[in-house]
Nanobody
Framework: QVQLVESGGGSVQAGGSLRLSCAVS????????VGWFRQAPEKERERVAS???????AYADSVKGRFTISKDNAKNTLYLQMDSLKPEETAMYYC???????????????????WGQGTQVTVSS
């Protein structure tokens, strides 16, 4: 069992920055993939970034160079630093864990078996 609790969302103007945090409890060995997803109203949930047990990262093309995913094993916390935010990135952001994968992290959200409750990010123009 893995419990995930996001925080750090809020409202920001276009071009601004936010850092999301995800506190992980339960199975905290970090020997699996964790990632950040987002879902805007009437849109599908999409993978934003993921990090595997080797700390290798992957990003959606739309956020490369602006977002950074990281994890602090000692604090059992996953982060998403978001810079140069755009209005179209307004969405609910979720952290998720795929405990069946350690190396390659899937982009399909259906592979992730644990989810947080989400934190809202609103970017105004």
């Amino acid at each position: 069992q893995v419990q995930l609790v996001e925080s750090g969302g809020g409202s920001v103007q276009a071009g601004g920055s936010l850092r999301l945090s995800c506190a992980v409890s339960g199975y905290t060995s970090w020997r699996y993939c964790v990632g950040w997803f987002r879902q805007a109203p009437e849109k599908e949930r999409e993978r934003v970034a993921s990090i595997n047990k080797f700390a290798s990262t992957a990003y959606a093309d739309s956020v490369k160079g602006r977002f950074t995913i990281s994890k602090d094993n000692a604090k059992n916390t996953l982060y998403l630093q978001m810079d140069s935010l755009k209005p179209e990135e307004t969405a609910m952001y979720y952290c998720a864990a795929d405990t069946s994968r350690a190396g390659y992290c899937a982009t399909d959200p259906t592979y992730y078996d644990y989810w947080g409750q989400g934190t809202q990010v609103t970017v105004s123009s």
